[in-house]
């Protein structure tokens, strides 16, 4: 069955230090792949998204995903963490064989720390 | 730019009451969903429609109806509603290919008292 999985429910960082996110996914064949983010008070944005090819997909403000088959995983990073990154972040499968249906993990939440 | 607006933005009622959240998409979008957000839930899927006239199941529609009136707009029912119920609820909608992606309102802080 189709899931995703976000080991961290909270992840805190010191502005300027790097950052990953985890996400493991469980899907037979190669799945759309996002992530988005939530800000306090608001509803969800999307960073990136992962269809196929370079496994590396690059999105807003500087985030990165890498996208890995043989792990089943698509990890969010960014080199150098700002305070207002600060958010909850979802990674989010769609199930390209089941009427597109979207999958949402529970969400990491982070926290930058000035 | 794509839009999905909700209403009302917070909205208290007691057990046993009746309440119905808007959505509303400028999107020109097919698909519409609504969703829960509870903490440690992350978001779970209620009910969602490929059109007017249309409404589909989702994952957690027990004690919720909705109808889909227009391409653009889209109600959530809560005709008996529960503490249960209390929650935080966004309605979005989405592309069609190649995209694909979704587009969220800003959400429906609910509480029942």
């Known amino acids: 069955a189709q899931s995703v999985t976000q080991p961290d429910a909270r992840v805190t960082v010191s502005e300027g230090a790097s950052l990953q996110l985890r996400c493991k996914y469980s899907?037979?064949?190669?799945?759309?792949l996002f992530w988005y983010v939530q800000y306090p008070r608001q509803g969800l944005q999307l960073l990136l998204k992962?269809?196929?090819?370079?496994?590396v997909v690059q999105g807003v403000n500087g985030f990165e995903a890498e996208f890995s088959k043989s792990n089943s995983s698509f990890h969010l990073r960014k080199a150098s963490v700002h305070w207002s990154d600060s958010a909850v972040y979802f990674c989010v499968l769609r199930d390209r064989n089941s009427n597109n249906r979207i999958f949402f993990g529970d969400g990491t939440q982070l926290v930058v720390k000035p | 730019e794509a839009a999905v607006t909700q209403s009302p933005r917070n909205k208290v009622t007691v057990t046993g009451g009746n309440v119905t959240l808007s959505c509303r998409q400028t999107n020109s979008h097919n698909y519409m969903y609504w969703y829960r957000q509870d903490t440690g839930h992350g978001l779970r899927l209620i009910h969602y429609s490929y059109g007017a006239g249309n409404l589909q199941i989702g994952d957690v529609p027990d004690g919720y109806k909705a109808t889909r009136t227009t391409q653009e707009d889209f109600f959530l029912l809560l005709e008996l509603a529960s503490p249960s119920q209390t929650s935080l609820y966004f309605c979005a909608s989405r592309a069609d290919s190649p995209s694909y992606e979704q587009y969220f309102g800003p959400g429906t802080r609910l509480t029942v008292l």
């Open positions: 899907y037979s064949g190669t799945p759309y």
């Open positions: 992962y269809y196929s090819g370079d496994p």
